[in-house]
């Protein structure tokens, strides 16, 4: 189905199953503990051993030799692959990295061996009698130290991206503000790390892993290893979190695909925590300059946004400067990037790419140059609201209602209360103070297919490689299938996350329930029609309610009409509404801290996202996408940072003991609230992402509520009390 | 070695090698997955079960050191007559999202709640602080075990078998 034109009327819209907070379909299975995710995947293949990877122990440089002699004699040991025994293998299209192969080392833990056992201890201890000879070279770690020659990196054309004369609009403009940010790298932390069985049958392979882009990895798995991808097959029904840190294979699948081919075996292996952190991706670290030009009365003149990143060569940069072409109106504007060469790990996705960072320097810098306009940081937001994309003023958002995210959460949460003046609301030994910041991720469209079939229970079965991360995918495309055919949702069986499924959006970019769920909706028009045509029907007036379709005074039980079955596959691809329109989610970000004026201790108290994003397909789990949004948040502005060793070039704290992220008692109340609304120009489904949006600004409004209970201004994440202790203000 | 052991209310024995971790014998073993591998050195809680009422991380104890105790795993808790009221809470409520992290929290909840019937959000939240979470942050869990642990108190009978049986076992 080409989806060309605004959505009309559609049988979503009846919203009896969508649009409803029903329980999660995979719930049950997860309480009880009997998801099965990737590494327990005992009833795939019989016969499973296992696999420990070995990561390089330098930066940069070349691996000399690998002496596995006594890890080939330690007892249990199979088979042992190392990176000198096979030419460099291929890499998938959106990686710079190498998995492995060959004798280059191009980052720190990048794996160099795979040992393969008859227990998991067994390979440990073998992996442990690796010997690897290295040559090292001086490698770039140090992002600060490569900034100022880092070179223009273009985001599609044009290395610069220019609206008007930017230099001279902020030279005339009455306040300015010229301040830079920086944010560190940072880790997924999904609590599943990266693990695949490996399973091959002949010269086909199959891989039972955790991943959220099903048919990229299909695909990138033949490029790796040099095969044909129909040879290949891949299955993820179950993913325990992925946050971008799983949009592509990993070392754990390619190893544990080499380790299975010379052990003759099944094999299985998982990366441990520090390999996830150093052989895998993170979000890169980023210095971004802001300068924004006003009048007087608030009005944006001009706004430049220019960020620093680094990357493997190949890689691209952290998009940070993304939302700033879009999210503020402004006549004149400069938006730029740089790409620093390191040669630290992968930089690569991480929820909200771009946005993520990038809103949690330009929503600090839209607080300060409020305060400097001495205006309310919501009203000098929406005073700066634009319906148009800038840049492009014949071009305007498909639906945009930031400003009342803003007026709604402002009333929500007793905005009105907030002093403006900082650190002048106390209570008892705490400084208390009330932020706000903008959300703005893109709502991005990509084609994604589905399989539905039809049997004589009147059973529904939807089949597509779409994935569940967390996000509540089983339970949307259960939805979707249901309103659209007319049944309950316990008729309907969802299969996801297998290669041999029809190929879906996938998870990532908080694109995959709207893109997904129209391929369900494409599908099941299909079967519509194929139901309709088997009763001699016109499809066109039938109706699909209470398990029967319905024409005129006709009326057919679903499992009747299907007979000894029927089956539809189709897809959504769109035409050029995204072109057309600018389609984006936003949301306000409001947030009341404490800090102890006496220790600095930042707690917070209350956190508001009021969001508009389209139709909600399901409040409940939409919710909680938000709210596991806004804990990420609170991690990045307050903990989260992966600190790099200059010298040796690697994450230090590369576990969850020194790579804090929050826990129960940082968390206090959360509310979320969603704008009733639909979008006809994102999908039939009229929907947009929640998933990535909840985290964007989430980070500056916790920033700006600091600077309001303190006074004191920290621009470089994350705000650890030994970024402000010695500027707070003396206790009274 | 022998390791002898009871799981969920039955005996289990298997042969395995001195250095293997409890979680490490209910996973590969036992075919126990519900206890998860999320960091195997302490920080994460995925594999968190209870032995003889105490929740514990099972990737930092050998299997030898649980001989002959008493250990339940998730797939214990639901009884023949349903879903044990934590788990439901949590399906519920939308407390778990990937649900990696959930059989642990789900057990720490339990530990808690058998030696504290009325515990405070702050006491939830002290009791948890070693089950990490990174899709649905916490709110949701701490509100869907303060309704638990009310609903617990106010129905005054064995609503709980698999808890009533795990007291007298090591009471």
Redesign the interface.
């Known amino acids: 189905m080409k989806f060309e034109h605004p959505a009309g009327l559609n049988p979503i819209d009846r919203l009896t199953v969508v649009g409803r907070p029903v329980?999660?379909i995979?719930?049950?299975?997860?309480?009880?503990?009997?998801?099965?995710?990737a590494?327990?995947r005992?009833d795939v293949a019989p016969n499973q051993a296992y696999g420990v990877v070995v990561g390089a122990a330098i930066a940069r440089g070349r691996v000399e030799t690998i002496d596995v002699r006594a890890a080939r004699a330690a007892p249990g040991v199979l088979a042992v692959v190392t990176t000198l025994d096979v030419p460099r293998l291929g890499r998938g299209r959106m990686n710079y990295a190498y998995l492995f192969g060959g004798a280059e080392i191009q980052h720190y833990h990048q794996a160099i061996a795979v040992v393969v056992a008859e227990?998991?201890?067994q390979a440990r201890a073998a992996a442990a009698l690796i010997r690897a000879d290295y040559t090292p070279e001086q490698g770039r770690f140090d992002l600060a130290a490569e900034a100022g020659h880092a070179p223009l990196h273009g985001d599609g054309d044009e290395p610069v991206h220019r609206v008007g004369d930017f230099e001279t609009a902020f030279a005339a403009a009455p306040v300015t503000l010229d301040r830079t940010y920086t944010t560190p790298d940072q880790s997924?932390?999904?609590?599943?790390?990266h693990a695949t069985v490996a399973v091959w049958d002949g010269d086909r392979l199959t891989l039972w892993t955790s991943n959220q882009m099903i048919a990229w990895s299909k695909k990138a798995v033949a490029d790796i290893l040099g095969m044909p991808a129909e040879k290949v097959r891949v299955v993820s029904p179950?993913?325990?979190?992925g946050?971008g840190g799983k949009l592509f294979v990993r070392a754990d699948a390619v190893l544990a695909a080499l380790g299975a081919k010379a052990a003759g075996r099944p094999v299985r292996v998982?990366l441990?925590?520090p390999l996830v952190i150093n052989n895998t991706t993170h979000r890169p670290a980023t210095i971004q300059r802001i300068r924004i030009g006003a009048e007087r009365d608030g009005r944006i003149t001009a706004i430049a946004h220019e960020s620093t990143s680094g990357n493997l060569p190949d890689g691209s940069p952290e998009t940070a400067v993304a939302q700033t072409k879009l999210l503020y109106a402004g006549a004149a504007r400069m938006i730029a990037m740089r790409l620093a060469r390191l040669d630290l790990p992968e930089g690569n996705a991480m929820r909200a790419p771009g946005e993520a960072p990038g809103m949690m320097a330009l929503e600090i810098a839209i607080d300060e140059m409020a305060e400097a306009l001495g205006l309310d940081p919501v009203e000098f937001r929406i005073r700066n609201d634009t319906q148009v994309d800038p840049a492009h003023p014949g071009r305007p958002f498909s639906y945009r209602d930031l400003v009342g995210c803003l007026r709604l959460g402002a009333e929500r949460f007793g905005w009105s209360a907030r002093d403006p003046k900082p650190a002048s609301v106390r209570d008892g030994r705490w400084l208390i103070g009330l932020g706000v910041a903008a959300g703005f991720r893109n709502n991005l469209l990509t084609k994604s297919s589905a399989r539905v079939e039809l049997d004589r229970h009147g059973v529904v079965t939807v089949s597509t490689d779409m994935t569940d991360?967390?996000?509540?995918s089983y339970t949307i495309i259960a939805q979707t299938a249901a309103e659209m055919l007319g049944v309950g949702l316990e008729k309907v069986v969802v299969r996801l996350g297998d290669s041999d499924f029809p190929a879906s959006a996938g998870s990532g970019g908080q694109w995959g329930a709207n893109n997904a769920t129209a391929g369900v909706y494409a599908a099941c028009v299909r079967l519509r029609d194929a139901v309709a045509r088997k009763l001699g029907l016109n499809a066109t007036d039938i109706d699909f309610a209470d398990g029967e379709v319905m024409s005129g005074d006709r009326r057919v039980p679903l499992g009747e009409a299907a007979g000894e079955g029927l089956s539809a596959e189709d897809g959504i691809e769109y035409g050029s509404l995204a072109k057309d329109y600018q389609q984006s989610t936003f949301a306000g970000h409001f947030v009341e801290v404490a800090v102890d004026a006496h220790t600095g201790e930042t707690r917070l108290r209350r956190m508001l996202a009021v969001c508009s994003a389209g139709r909600i397909l399901n409040p409940?789990?939409a919710?909680?996408?938000v709210?596991?949004a806004?804990?990420?948040g609170a991690g990045a502005a307050l903990m989260e940072k992966l600190s790099v060793d200059t010298r040796r070039g690697f994450f230090v704290n590369h576990?969850?003991?020194g790579y804090e992220?929050?826990?129960?008692?940082d968390?206090?109340?959360?509310e979320v609230i969603f704008l009733d609304e639909a979008d006809p120009i994102s999908s039939p489904m009229k929907a947009k992402g929640v998933g990535e949006l909840g985290l964007c600004g989430v980070g500056a409004a916790i920033a700006n509520a600091i600077y309001n209970a303190t006074g004191v201004r920290v621009r470089d994440y994350p705000i650890t009390l030994d970024t402000y202790l010695d500027r707070l203000p003396r206790p009274a | 070695m022998n390791v002898t052991l009871t799981v969920n209310g039955e005996t289990r024995s298997a042969e395995v090698?001195p250095?293997?971790t409890l979680l490490?014998f209910l996973?590969?073993y036992l075919?126990?997955?519900?206890?998860?591998?999320?960091?195997?050195?302490g920080?994460?809680g995925?594999c968190t079960v209870i032995l003889d009422g105490k929740a514990v991380n099972a990737c930092l104890m050998l299997a030898a050191q649980a001989d002959g105790r008493d250990v339940i795993?998730?797939?214990g808790?639901?009884t023949r007559e349903g879903?044990h009221p934590?788990?439901?809470v949590?399906?519920?409520t939308?407390?778990?999202?990937?649900?990696?992290?959930?059989?642990g929290v789900?057990l720490s909840a339990k530990a808690l709640l058998d030696e504290n019937p009325a515990p405070s959000k702050?006491e939830?939240?002290?009791a948890?602080?070693g089950?990490?979470?990174?899709?649905?942050?916490?709110?949701?869990?701490?509100d869907g075990i303060q309704e638990v642990a009310e609903t617990m108190r106010s129905v005054p009978t064995p609503a709980l078998p698999a808890a009533s049986k795990g007291e007298q076992k090591h009471g």
């Open positions: 329980d999660r995979d719930g049950p299975l997860k309480t009880t503990g009997t998801a099965l995710y590494h327990e005992h227990t998991f201890e997924h932390v999904m609590i599943e790390p179950y993913v325990g979190g946050f998982a441990t925590r991360i967390g996000t509540g409940k789990s919710r909680s996408q709210i596991g806004m804990t990420m576990d969850l003991a992220v929050p826990v129960h008692a968390i206090p109340h959360q | 090698p250095e293997t490490v996973r590969e075919n126990l997955t519900g206890a998860k591998t999320g960091c195997d050195i920080d994460c995925a795993t998730i797939e808790l639901a879903l934590l788990q439901k949590f399906e519920e939308g407390a778990l999202q990937c649900g990696f992290c959930g059989p789900i702050q939830i939240r002290n948890l602080a089950n990490l979470c990174r899709c649905t942050g916490y709110v949701k869990m701490i």
